[in-house]
């Protein structure tokens, strides 16, 4: 069958250069070659947008020191980025009525230099508007992106895509934590390296994305495209389209029961993520006395399994043309594997590997149920109306930046452990191994309270002496000269954090397990919430029926392009 379709050719490339940055628009749906080049560009853009995001997790405590933030400080500057980024999403629904290419292009430009000069700035206030303003732009950007790869994959390819995209934030956490890894202890005292590394890689994709990039016009991203086979039929009807009806009304056509839900449905489910983001590595380090690298080492485990899971699971999702079944595979599955990790809070002896496999199989589950979620949600928001994506996909992004900033406010109130753990830990830490806290932890307490209140006792000091013997493995003449600095300036100066801090440290540590389990239970209560959501998405449950509605799809195609020949011959 042969079909006279007449379409423009794109803009670009017959107006120059110069407006080809600016005028992105296609007129008529692209061959595969250029389709991946577009959706290739997007998903770059989303990792390194992640990558910018998170750049100064490998960074906090460092940050926090240089800037004299403390902790809840520090969590606060995340609570306020989230929260504008939320209402940048809202903002970012102006896609659907401007476009979205430009927002992605223009956007990475300017947050690779607000990264840059991020962390040149001079106090903790000049830092933390800074990067509300970064949120606020990325919260755009970041929901430009997935309507990008929606406009580009039709719902039969479209798990695959939305896996690729969900690399985002994966890919990001690796490349934070495998960059940081490898140079920031080469350059310990020029920790700013990290950021100015991720604006570098923020301007290579900004210059690919400045030529590269493009979008399909209106006419063509408006309609429902279910497999490339449709492709014709939507060039031809794109001509007809009152594209200004469409777009009436858009949030009360958006604010569906369906939609709204669902958003928040795998908002909430993510929370065990979120925590992964921002505490897994004060978790084994407080709780199980683990290093900040081997516990940095345990995460690249968990976003390597994510980031894998996320490609093999959205191609059998198209391969089956389901997603509701994978949904509730990785929901269940993820409920089981964050109970078995919430338990081992109170076996501060488990292995390293065993923790490996908990969570690698966490992150697998997780992606089993993500990917083809965003996949299903497009759909769903393409069932009311698909000239409105931008703006559902905005109504989503407003409600996980919601929850992110709620989650990041209550979890260090559940978890109270976690202030002085961050704040002070370190602190006591240097002080408990200078030579003055060694000597001081070597002392019986019931001694130690005996010489405080008389220190010329000499039963008192020989006790004293013969217990920093036996702790330390000194003969007599050293453990008098450790016991003679603590009653010197700079011995007392060495012990001051143990003195002032110590008490409020040890009882964190001690608390820590049974709150951070107490979090661990949130999460998979939130877990267990996903499932109901499942079933008011869009979408069949039986591959055999889904496979039926796409041949009748394509037997409707077919008559319409019939239908559309005879007319034009």
């Not at 379409?7 to 749906?29: F, K, N, Q």
């Not at 934030?169 to 495998?178: A, K, N, T, Y």
């Amino acid at each position: 069958m042969s079909v006279s379709i007449e379409a423009s050719p794109p803009r670009v490339g017959a107006s120059g250069l110069l407006r080809g940055l600016w005028d992105r628009r296609l007129d008529s749906y692209p061959e595969n070659g250029p389709r991946t080049f577009y959706l290739g560009i997007v998903v770059l853009a989303t990792i390194v947008l992640y990558y910018e995001l998170y750049v100064q997790g490998a960074v906090a405590p460092t940050v926090m020191a240089t800037h004299h933030m403390s902790f809840t400080f520090f969590v606060y500057i995340s609570v306020v980025g989230n929260a504008v980024g939320a209402f940048a999403s809202l903002i970012a629904g102006a896609a659907d009525r401007w476009g979205r290419a430009n927002m992605v292009a223009w956007g990475l430009g300017v947050t690779a230099v607000m990264i840059y000069i991020l962390p040149e700035l001079n106090g903790k206030w000049s830092y933390s508007i800074l990067f509300g303003v970064i949120a606020f732009i990325e919260g755009i950007i970041l929901v430009a992106t997935p309507a990008m790869i929606r406009d580009f994959s039709p719902q039969l390819g479209r798990a695959s895509a939305m896996g690729f995209w969900t690399l985002g934030p994966v890919i990001g956490s690796l490349l934070v934590s495998e960059v940081s890894s490898h140079t920031l202890n080469l350059q310990a005292t020029n920790w700013q390296d990290q950021y100015r590394y991720a604006a570098l890689a923020g301007i290579i994709v900004f210059v690919i994305a400045l030529f590269g990039l493009r979008e399909l016009s209106p006419g063509i991203r408006d309609q429902l495209m279910v497999s490339l086979r449709d492709r014709a039929l939507i060039e031809a009807r794109a001509k007809g389209i009152d594209i200004e009806a469409s777009l009436r009304n858009p949030w009360r056509q958006m604010l569906r029961k369906d939609i709204v839900g669902s958003a928040f449905a795998i908002s909430v489910f993510l929370m065990i993520y979120y925590a992964a983001v921002g505490f897994f590595v004060i978790y084994f380090t407080a709780v199980f006395g683990w290093t900040s690298a081997k516990a940095n080492g345990l995460g690249n485990w968990f976003w390597a399994f994510d980031a894998g899971m996320l490609i093999i699971v959205g191609i059998l999702s198209d391969k089956v043309r389901v997603r509701k079944p994978f949904m509730i595979v990785g929901a269940v599955g993820a409920i089981v594997m964050t109970a078995i990790f919430a338990v081992q809070a109170h076996h501060p002896h488990t292995s390293y590997y065993s923790f490996v496999v908990i969570i690698s199989l966490l992150a697998m589950f997780l992606a089993i149920a993500y990917a083809p979620w965003m996949a299903s949600f497009t759909e769903t928001v393409e069932k009311h109306n698909p000239a409105l994506t931008a703006t559902g996909l905005a109504v989503w992004g407003w409600i996980i930046r919601v929850v992110v900033a709620l989650s990041a406010i209550f979890l260090p109130i559940v978890v109270t452990a976690v202030t002085p753990l961050v704040d002070h830990g370190t602190t006591v830490a240097e002080a408990a191994a200078s030579p003055a806290g060694k000597t001081l932890l070597s002392i019986d307490p019931a001694t130690l309270a005996a010489l405080q209140k008389n220190p010329l006792d000499q039963a008192t000091d020989a006790r004293a002496v013969g217990e920093i013997m036996a702790a330390q493995h000194v003969d007599q003449a050293t453990a008098i000269s450790h016991l003679q600095l603590l009653a010197t300036p700079a011995g007392q100066a060495q012990i001051a954090p143990l003195a002032k801090y110590g008490a409020k440290v040890q009882q964190a540590t001690k608390d820590a397990p049974d709150q951070f389990e107490t979090w661990w239970w949130v999460c998979l209560g939130c877990e267990v919430l996903f499932i109901p959501f499942v079933f008011v998405m869009a979408g069949r449950w039986s591959p055999k029926k889904a496979r039926e509605d796409a041949e009748a799809h394509e037997r409707r195609v077919q008559a319409q392009l019939a239908e559309l020949e005879g007319a034009n011959a």
